[in-house]
């Protein structure tokens, strides 16, 4: 199985700073042929479900701010929420599809208001 | 607008069954690969099971095989989870989501509580 880990667990910006949240996968999910990575970022607020954010690593799915942005190839990503906005506190996960019988998801980072 | 709604979460004993259900509308479900996927309280989130879009292609996590089975009924536009020999550890929300390639739609989630 591939294993992602998140960190940190749990980080407190200040309104209108830079969260940058990391996620490491226990193998590549880069698929060699179509040069894409299987790596996708969701939001979770209390209460609701996961909202996803970003897809093959670095797209950002259509309604989503330009101030969550992904990156990373490999085995390394990192989400990166500029300016941050009060809205913007919840848990986020990374998760891997590159396995198609094992689908995973790192354990989760909380980001907070600092 | 695309809709997964689950349904038939509730309080289960050890050991008995339950089945959920989730209605999909808004897109062609039939083109579409399903899976569950679950979150106990206060916890994180645990892929559960996949079926692709023809129902003949099932994935499941090692803690529910042999005891959760997954299916679809394209002419219903319904996923569902039948889940046997339930433990307290499948206490947790289940949410069923869409995949294109990713995991692009999550219903709301039904809660499904396994206690004596």
């Known amino acids: 199985d591939i294993v992602m880990t998140q960190s940190p667990d749990s980080l407190a910006v200040s309104l209108g700073e830079r969260a940058t949240i990391s996620c490491k996968s226990s193998?590549?999910?880069?698929?060699?042929?179509?040069?894409?990575?299987?790596l996708a970022w969701f939001q979770q607020k209390p209460g609701q479900p996961p909202k996803l954010l970003i897809y093959w690593a670095s797209i950002r799915e259509s309604g989503v701010p330009d101030r969550f942005s992904g990156s990373g190839s490999g085995t390394d990503f990192t989400l990166t929420i500029s300016n941050l906005q009060a809205e913007d506190v919840a848990v986020y996960y990374c998760?891997?599809?590159?396995?198609?019988?094992?689908?995973?998801f790192g354990q989760g980072t909380k980001v907070e208001i600092k | 607008q695309v809709q997964l709604v689950e349904s038939g979460g509730g309080v289960v004993q050890p050991g008995r069954s339950l089945r959920l259900s989730c209605a999909a509308s808004?897109?062609?479900?039939?083109?579409?690969?399903m899976h569950w996927v679950r979150q106990a309280p206060g916890k994180g989130l645990d892929w559960v099971a996949v079926i692709w879009s023809d129902g003949n292609t099932k994935y499941y996590t090692d803690s529910v095989k042999g005891r959760f089975t997954i299916s679809r009924d394209n002419s219903k536009n319904t996923l569902y989870l039948q889940m046997n020999s339930l433990r307290g550890e499948d206490t947790a929300v289940y949410y069923c989501?869409?995949?294109?390639?990713?995991?692009?739609?999550w219903g709301q989630g039904t809660l499904v509580i396994v206690s004596s």
């Open positions: 989501v869409r995949v294109d390639g990713h995991f692009d739609y």
């Open positions: 193998q590549s999910v880069l698929f060699s042929s179509n040069n894409k990575n299987y």
């Open positions: 808004g897109f062609t479900f039939s083109n579409y690969g």
């Open positions: 998760q891997q599809y590159y396995s198609t019988r094992m689908y995973t």
